[in-house]
């Protein structure tokens, strides 16, 4: 009786740690707090990282028994970034889009052996992020000290919390988003000259905003690409084969093909490299349209 009350008040608190954080104003803000948020669910440490190609590197950290080393492990990570492919469990997290109870962290060869070193940590769980239908990121969670090491029950936990905090991220950025168009529409009506707005310089040659990696931290894409096309075009981009890109994002070499066969079709193209090229032109074109003050779209600075 006395664990389904403890089980029912970790319940009721990741609901209300997830209404905690969608009530932050910004995707950095929701990151770097949600390590105290899991914290309060009695985890003494957790990491949150973002997913940058095959990498993935802690965004934000919290150990309550030694702050030190939550600062040790963002330096590690950064320098020493996971990657997808040789950490099997968070490899097979991604792949899945499961939470995974990790144990024998200490003496296994197929974790980030660095972090494990650092941590000390003996049982883990990790659990994919996800905006959309697009891993972005992982959360890493475990317990040391006198507390119970983490179990079957904490793995449901993080997958519930993880799976509100896609929405959560997903509802930030959009927030985002719609600030930062407003701007842009009120830089284009007012006309007062070149003016930064968020990444845009109004001007004569407006440096428009890259559409970055994430969904979570971009404007949808122009065309009616989908997130996964946009995934694809993005790989395209600097070369990649279909296997490459494939084993990149989990997918069968037949799935990539679809995409870029359906890529090519919506961007009215014929070649991988004329897709780069229109996909670029029209971002610079739907970014408002040029920017209302260059004579064309083509006037300005091309997205890098």
Not at 179 to 195: A, D, E, I
């Amino acid at each position: 009786m006395a664990m389904e009350l403890d089980h029912a008040w970790t319940v009721a608190h990741v609901h209300g740690s997830l209404r905690h954080l969608r009530q932050l104003s910004t995707v950095s803000d929701i990151v770097q707090q949600t390590p105290q948020r899991l914290a309060g669910l009695g985890y003494t440490r957790s990491m949150v990282s973002r997913l940058h190609e095959e990498h993935w590197i802690a965004r934000s950290a919290y150990a309550a028994d030694n702050t030190e080393i939550a600062v040790a492990v963002l330096q590690l990570s950064q320098a020493v970034p996971g990657k997808i492919g040789r950490e099997d469990p968070e490899s097979a997290a991604i792949r899945d889009r499961a939470a995974l109870l990790v144990t024998g962290a200490r003496t296994r060869a197929d974790v980030h052996r660095r972090l494990a070193d650092l941590t000390r940590t003996e049982t883990y769980v990790v659990a994919p992020i996800i905006v959309g239908d697009e891993v972005i990121g992982m959360i890493h969670v475990d317990r040391v000290g006198d507390t119970p090491a983490v179990a079957e029950f904490d793995r449901a936990i993080l997958a519930l919390f993880a799976e509100g905090m896609g929405a959560v991220l997903e509802h930030a950025s959009l927030r985002e988003r719609v600030h930062h168009y407003h701007q842009q529409v009120v830089g284009k009506t007012q006309l007062l000259g070149p003016t930064d707005m968020g990444g845009a310089v109004f001007g004569p040659r407006c440096a428009l905003p890259i559409i970055e990696r994430d969904p979570m931290f971009g404007p949808e894409a122009p065309a009616g690409l989908t997130r996964r096309e946009l995934d694809v075009l993005r790989l395209i981009g600097p070369g990649l084969t279909n296997p490459q890109i494939a084993k990149r994002l989990f997918i069968s070499v037949g799935t990539v093909k679809t995409h870029v066969k359906s890529i090519l079709r919506k961007l009215e193209v014929s070649s991988r490299d004329q897709a780069v090229s229109r996909f670029r032109h029209l971002a610079t074109q739907e970014a408002a349209g040029c920017c209302g003050v260059c004579a064309d779209a083509e006037a300005c600075a091309p997205l890098a």
